[in-house]
Structure formats: C-alpha cells, structure tokens
C-alpha cells in the first residue's frame, strides 16, 4: 500500500477524482473549504512525491491527474482501515456497524443477497 495521506492530502486527492486531470485552481474549486492557492500547490505536490499523482508539463504550468482509479483507491484504504481497525477481518468491520445501528436488517439481508448473486 501506498503511504499514508494526511486528511488535507485526502481532500486534495478527492478534488483532484473529481476534476479528473487539471491545475491546482481547478482543483481549489472542489475543495469544501477554503484554502490557499500556495498550501494545495504543495499539497498536490506530496501526493506526486507519494505516487498518487502524475504531472505533464504544459508550457509553463503542470496538469495533474491521478495515478490510480478512484475505486483502486477505495479498495486500498479499506483494505488498511480493516487491517488497522478490525484485525484484517470483515467479519468485524460488518459487527462493529451492526452494533452501531448503522446496519438494519433489512439492509444486512440485502447485502447477503448481493453475496449469494457474486457466488452464482
């Protein structure tokens, strides 16, 4: 797995899977919050460092895209979030919601459903 993104580097990333390939203002627009235009330029800058992100030069400015589809990326920082939290077992992942009332039964029926139709 790739290194860890801080929480400004996540939203930065987000905004940069949302604008697809872009400029740093284009994905300042994205952005929830309001950051300076100098503090996203290095953040875009460390998630290139870290591999997230690809750069072409065009003229004098830089175009970035990411390096990985959105859903490898998704599949990436759950896989650590299971790892890091739940003892690498999904099992626990899907108890730890239940418990939280963040899974009803209606919706835990649905996703068997949808376990048993992957299996046929």
Known sequence: MRENLTQQEEQALLAVYAVGEGNVKMFLDKLEEVVPYTTLASTIKNL????????RA???AYLYKPA????????????????SYFDNSYKQ???????QKKLSPKELKEIIE?????KS
């Open 48 to 55: 290139e460092k870290k591999g997230y992100l690809v750069s």
């Open 58 to 60: 065009v003229g004098n």
């Open 68 to 83: 990985f589809s959105e859903e490898e990326y998704k599949k990436q920082y759950m896989n650590g979030v299971v790892k």
């Open 93 to 99: 992942l899907v108890n730890f919601f239940v418990e």
């Open 114 to 118: 949808m376990i048993e139709r992957e």
